[in-house]
């Protein structure tokens, strides 16, 4: 029997109690224009923490995408951070409405995850993924390969949940974790990864197909 999954993330159920409360309380007094705008909060909320299930390709090679939203930048890179090599870095950019949950590009065991506390700037831009706030976690394939993807917060979103830990042992597509309120996921993988995205392109958590590991 498949096991039923809420479409909602869990860390979203207090802003969505909350904006529901807000607005019980003003449709009670009768502050109509009030109670109105507390409703459609509490939709977006609602929206915000979507969590639908995705269909996972399948294949051993292949990469999905850990986020929904936009190509920012494909390029190569010496990475000296996480798995400090020559890769690919892909960058992608989540608005407030896209969903947040972010998933697992390829099966691995986690082998490091690093949090750093830094600003807030606006997740789009080069200062914001140099020092913003992250959460890196750098997995080991079976193939001997390691590649990593880095949580980094926006301007709006004050707030990484990282749902994995060292040793873990992740599958294609599975969720580890989310940001709230706009953000960035970037995306450091081998060079022997033949890739079949471009910059300006919309990519779907868990669905789309970033490229195949040769």
């Avoid at 459609?40 to 399948?58: A, G, M, Q, S």
């Avoid at 996480?82 to 950019?93: P, T």
């Avoid at 580890?176 to 995306?187: H, M, P, T």
Wanted: hydrophobic residues 45%; aromatic residues 12%.
């Amino acid at each position: 029997m498949k096991e039923q999954h809420i479409p909602v993330a869990k860390e979203g159920y207090p802003f969505i109690a909350l904006a529901a409360f807000v607005t019980i309380i003003f449709s009670l007094l009768d502050y109509d224009i009030i109670a109105f705008s507390a409703m459609l909060l509490t939709i977006f909320v609602l929206y915000f923490f979507r969590d639908p299930d995705r269909i996972i390709p399948e294949g051993e090679d292949v990469f999905v995408s850990p986020a929904d939203g936009k190509i920012l930048l494909v390029e190569k890179v010496y990475d000296d951070r996480f798995v400090h090599e020559h890769v690919y870095k892909i960058s992608i950019f989540m608005n407030v409405f896209n969903v947040h949950v972010n998933r697992t590009p390829f099966p691995g065991e986690v082998e490091s995850i690093i949090y750093s506390p830094g600003r807030f700037y606006s997740a789009n831009t080069e200062r914001g993924a140099m020092e913003n706030e992250f959460c890196a976690v750098t997995l080991s394939t079976g193939s001997e390969h390691r590649y990593a993807v880095v949580q980094v917060a926006g301007l709006i979103a004050r707030r990484i949940v990282c749902w994995a830990t060292r040793g873990d042992s992740l599958n294609r597509g599975q969720r580890f974790g989310l940001i709230r309120f706009g953000s960035r996921v970037d995306l450091y993988l081998p060079l022997k990864t033949q890739l079949e995205i471009s910059p300006g392109q919309k990519v779907r958590a868990g669905e789309t197909v970033l490229g195949y590991l040769s």
